[in-house]
């Protein structure tokens, strides 16, 4: 008797371990994020502007054309860093950077070093995959 009930006490809990590990415990709702389509850096008197392109993924929207919305918003700020998470705490959104293609670089910062401020993005895989550097003539 005592041996199985140990037997049915070990299924059970093999059956609980089982249903614990089959949800998704990381998914991000994708509502809930902003897409960097492209990024531009600008040398300013106190820090830099940074120009982010952004796909928003609306929702409610039935049509596949209505369901994105798209945005240039700037920031100023010291470091690509502190002007993401401004922009995320304004926008009330997580920013993705996986469909990042592009970093323009204005001209004026072109002549300084500015590979400290492409490093942040560069140490994402997806970024030094699909991602290339420009400098333009003018600003970003």
Known sequence: ?????????????????????????????INGRAFVLGFGADSENDGYRFTFQLAIPVSGESESSGSISYADLTVNEITPAAAVRRLEKNLGREINFEQLSLIVIGESLSRESFVGLTDYFFRRASVRRQSCIAVCEGSA
Not at 9 to 28: K, P
Request: hydrophobic share 55%; with cysteine.
């Open 1 to 29: 008797m005592l041996r199985k009930f140990k037997c049915l006490l070990l299924l059970a809990v093999c059956v609980c371990s089982a249903l614990l590990l089959t949800g998704c415990w990381d998914d991000a709702e």
